[in-house]
């Protein structure tokens, strides 16, 4: 996903809540939200120990923040991609391209970072509700534009070509198959075909 927290200031400058963000959302992917402490958060963001918790109630909060942030920028680098294209059946696949965009940005070594953080909070963490909006989201946005391309039953092509998403994301972190949005775009060629 495109990274990210680029602009003209530079990264010390930048206020401590978006370093902290930043740090987290490199660290918590890289290494994991488990493998990474506060403490290596707060290192990598340059900030003092104390900016940490006047902006975030701890590290629990911190990951619900990272995990909303990382859907916020999807959502609207989606969103652009979207909009680009006239083609309602484009309008779909715009998915494809805005994951392209995204990997051009940052990595995607592990996969679907909701997934990945789904696999290592425990039961009742409220970073798993913004794991669930997250996938939610995506449903319901694919369901709106197959629907507005005249498909019939929109809500199951969508979750069809979810599950392809999600499948594409998971290729990505196992790293065999050598394109995997190619496939998953052309699998979801196949699933709009008339």
């Known amino acids: 996903m495109h990274s990210s927290y680029n602009g003209t ?4 400058r930048q206020p401590a809540r978006i370093r902290l963000l930043q740090a987290a959302d490199e660290l918590f992917y890289e290494r994991g939200i488990a493998g990474t402490g506060v403490d290596a958060v707060i290192e990598r963001a340059g900030v003092a120990t104390g900016s940490l918790y006047k902006n975030f109630r701890g590290k ?3 990951v619900v923040a990272y995990l909303a942030d990382r859907d916020s920028r999807w959502r609207a680098l989606w969103e652009e991609c979207i909009t680009a294209e006239t083609d309602p059946q484009q309008r779909i696949l715009a998915i494809f391209t805005a994951i392209e965009r995204w990997r051009a940005g940052t990595s995607l070594a592990r996969g679907c970072s909701h997934v990945a953080a789904a696999g ?7 970073g798993l509700d913004a794991v669930a909006e997250h996938k939610r989201h995506v449903v319901a946005r694919l369901t709106t534009e197959v629907a507005a391309a005249g498909v ?3 809500g199951e092509t969508a979750r069809d070509i979810a599950l392809v998403y999600d499948g594409m994301l998971s290729a990505m972190a196992v790293g065999l198959e050598p394109d995997p949005i190619g496939r998953a ?3 979801a060629q196949r699933l709009l075909a008339p």
């Open 60 to 62: 629990d909060d911190l």
């Open 120 to 126: 290592q909070l425990p039961p009742g963490h409220p």
């Open 185 to 187: 775009r052309r699998i």
């Open 9 to 12: 200031m530079s990264v010390r």
């Open 152 to 154: 019939t039953d929109a």
